[in-house]
């Protein structure tokens, strides 16, 4: 499956709650994101394999891989198309073996450190950030600014999306930075019409 970064959507249980989590992923979709990413660190397993079932669905034939935020039993359960993990939450190779060569399989990524200790044999691409606080991750790392983000960017063996805090406003700084493309959560989750919300991304 090809990969687009150019604009990747994280959902967010409560930022979702105002249109329904399938309904504004589709119209997101509709906007112009091109990668979704089901996230939901309080849901069950059974809770977040139903939301990953219903989106695929909903998904179909749109050419927008879904993938699953940590948890490889629901990606394996829900027939997702891959699966992200941060540098706590789980074991890439792993996830590669147990899905396939033909899965999506990132990697959240936020300083130079972990960048120097990577292994991207099981990896399609990297998450950067934050670039900014923001407040739908708690105990996130130090923001790297765009300065920071293009040097991270620089020390890559693979693409990457700027995760944390970004607005559409920011998309040409990302860009430049040499990221594919914003990661985004509240910039689209938590807007009124999420569909023009995507669209305002892609606006010169």
Do not use: W
């Given at each position: 499956?090809?990969?687009?970064?150019?604009?990747?959507?994280?959902?967010?249980?409560?930022l979702?709650?105002?249109?329904?989590?399938?309904?504004?992923?589709?119209?997101a979709?509709?906007?112009?994101?091109?990668?979704?990413?089901?996230?939901?660190k309080?849901a069950?397993?059974?809770?977040?394999?139903?939301?990953?079932?219903?989106?695929?669905?909903?998904?179909?034939?749109?050419?927008?891989?879904?993938?699953?935020?940590?948890?490889?039993?629901?990606?394996?359960?829900?027939?997702?198309?891959?699966?992200?993990?941060?540098?706590?939450?789980?074991?890439?190779?792993?996830?590669?073996?147990?899905?396939?060569?033909?899965?999506?399989?990132?990697?959240?990524?936020?300083?130079?450190?972990?960048?120097?200790?990577?292994?991207?044999?099981?990896?399609?691409?990297?998450?950067?950030?934050?670039?900014?606080?923001?407040?739908?991750?708690?105990?996130?790392?130090?923001?790297?600014?765009?300065?920071?983000?293009?040097?991270?960017?620089?020390?890559?063996?693979?693409?990457?999306?700027?995760?944390g805090?970004?607005?559409?406003?920011?998309?040409?700084?990302?860009?430049?930075?040499?990221?594919?493309?914003?990661?985004?959560?509240?910039?689209?989750?938590?807007?009124?019409?999420?569909?023009?919300?995507?669209?305002?991304?892609?606006?010169?």
């Open positions: 499956m090809r990969i687009d970064l150019s604009l990747y959507l994280v959902t967010d249980p409560g979702c709650a105002r249109h329904g989590l399938v309904e504004t992923v589709v119209a979709v509709r906007g112009g994101v091109t990668l979704v990413q089901l996230r939901d309080h069950s397993d059974d809770e977040l394999i139903d939301q990953a079932r219903r989106l695929g669905l909903a998904l179909a034939g749109s050419g927008v891989p879904l993938i699953i935020n940590d948890r490889l039993n629901v990606a394996l359960a829900s027939n997702a198309d891959g699966l992200h993990v941060g540098q706590d939450d789980g074991d890439a190779a792993a996830a590669r073996q147990a899905l396939g060569e033909r899965a999506i399989i990132g990697l959240s990524v936020q300083n130079h450190e972990q960048m120097a200790r990577l292994d991207p044999g099981p990896l399609d691409y990297l998450g950067l950030g934050p670039v900014f606080a923001t407040t739908t991750k708690r105990n996130h790392a130090r923001p790297l600014g765009f300065d920071g983000l293009a040097a991270l960017v620089a020390a890559s063996p693979l693409p990457a999306v700027a995760i805090g970004l607005q559409a406003e920011h998309g040409d700084q990302v860009r430049a930075a040499g990221a594919q493309g914003p990661a985004v959560i509240s910039a689209i989750c938590g807007q009124a019409d999420p569909e023009a919300a995507a669209r305002a991304f892609f606006r010169k």
